[in-house]
């Protein structure tokens, strides 16, 4: 059953693909070739970790495509070990995004009403361009884990943000102030709601 909602899930970020890519693409001319990324493979980076030892209580992120890795896609996709207390509400600017529930249970907090919404194993989100949107565990000593898709990718994007504004394992902590991290949210895309 894993397998079906994962392939159900590309099949939408496929979709979803599509739908954004460029004219004249690779796909169209033939030359783009088939990537694998192996379970153990993609680039693994900590956001926000407790310290230079440990993640704690940050998220775990391993990039399996973006367009660092695979100049010619239109996609990212990445796993992500939420933090403990899930992903801040935002909106993107540039991307539309698919989240898939690989295991965990918690909440998406969608719209601007923040609205929750239960989620778990198994449980999809698609998240078009600019629409507010969070995640919460329902336990945070068990995080979720999450497959994400976002299309279509560009400079300062979403993977720009977690290749740039995140740390390797055994780096310390950027620990921004929160002015600068709003900056930085702002350069890669995002919007944070006001505070009410």
């Known amino acids: 059953m894993k397998l079906v909602n994962a392939l159900i899930v590309f099949m939408l970020a496929v979709s979803v693909s599509a739908k954004n890519a460029p004219a004249e693409s690779p796909q169209q001319t033939g030359k783009t070739p088939i ?17 230079a030892k440990e993640v704690g209580q940050g998220a775990l992120l391993n990039i399996k495509i973006d367009r ?10 990445a796993t992500q070990k939420l933090a403990t207390l899930g992903i801040p509400v935002h909106s ?7 989240i898939y529930v690989i295991k965990g249970q918690g909440f998406a907090v969608i719209n601007e009403d ?7 194993t198994g449980s999809v989100l698609y998240i078009p361009l600019g629409e507010w949107h969070g995640l919460k565990n329902a336990d945070p000593k068990e ?12 400079p300062n994007g979403l993977g720009d943000f977690f290749q740039f504004a995140t740390v390797k394992p055994g780096h310390p902590p950027l620990n921004l102030p929160e002015e600068e991290f709003l900056k930085l949210v702002k350069k890669y895309g995002m919007e944070i709601p006001k505070k009410k």
Not at 72 to 77: H, I, R, S
């Open 68 to 77: 660092l890795s695979v100049p010619y896609t239109n996609m990212m996709v």
């Open 143 to 154: 995080p979720m884990d999450i497959l994400l898709v976002t299309t279509p990718v560009k």
């Open 92 to 98: 993107h600017t540039w991307e539309d995004e698919v």
């Open 35 to 51: 990537i694998a990324v192996g379970p153990d493979e993609g680039v693994v980076r900590w956001l926000q970790p407790d310290s």
């Open 114 to 120: 923040q609205t929750r919404v239960p989620i778990k």
